[in-house]
């Protein structure tokens, strides 16, 4: 059983409005100015939350990600999935799975 | 004993010597910055998103305008603002510096740019200051540093 919920990989997701990202050479930082703390995601996870933000689905970024870093796609989906729930849990992605 | 009192010039230290004398401008505009800091100070204790206490702080009412150009109001202010809090202790200084000159200059009627930049190596280190027009009104982050949020 996935340790996600099924829904998620055709979730639409975006990034609020209050919240910044900017690429380092190793690692992405990201400001939640609504509540100033900032978060480090390393090299992986960064380009995730880019494909993430270009995308606006989940199944659409995992392809991507899976093509450039060359994995199977189901298991980038896990990891994308995984990644979703942890940014926004801290109020970095809003995830709208189509549920109330 | 001569029984002649001699008055004594009492010389200061050079350092203590060489301050300026507090004039009422002077005085007003410390005051100034010192009730702006407290406020920001507040508005950051309570945790409030830092959009909704930037557009807090720029609300004012009836802006009195400056009779000077934007960006020389600002330099002055921002040296102003700085002085007056060096000596003061807190956390986040540099984020509550900026929104009290940011403040200052609402209600000068001068929009201003809060700028928050971070870097990563060697450390993590984040730095907020004040821009007007691309000109930095406080000291900018170190040009290793990228730019986060311009609000």
Sequence with gaps: MPPYAPTLLDARVSVPQHVVHRSFAAETVVLNLETGRYHGLNHSAGRMLVALERHGAVRAAAAEVAAEFDRPVDEIERDLCELCGQLSERGLLEVDDGED | ?151
């Design chain 2, 1 to 151: 004993m001569t029984g002649r009192t001699e008055a004594r010039r009492v010389r200061l230290p050079p350092l203590v010597a060489r301050l300026p004398r507090p004039t009422p401008g002077n005085a007003r505009l410390a005051g100034e910055v010192l009730l702006t800091y407290a406020r920001a100070r507040r508005a950051l204790a309570r945790r409030r998103p830092l959009p909704d206490v930037l557009a807090e702080l720029r609300a004012v009412e009836a802006p009195t305008p400056a009779a000077q150009p934007a960006i020389a109001v600002g330099l002055r202010l921002g040296r102003v603002v700085q002085r007056t809090l060096s000596p003061v202790p807190g956390g986040a200084r540099c984020l509550a510096t900026s929104l009290v000159l940011v403040r200052m200059l609402a209600r000068r009627g001068i929009e201003s740019s809060l700028v928050i930049a971070a870097r990563t190596e060697p450390r993590f280190l984040a730095h907020a200051w004040v821009e007007r027009d691309g000109v930095a009104l406080l000291p900018p982050a170190d040009p290793v540093a990228r730019r986060l949020a311009q609000l």
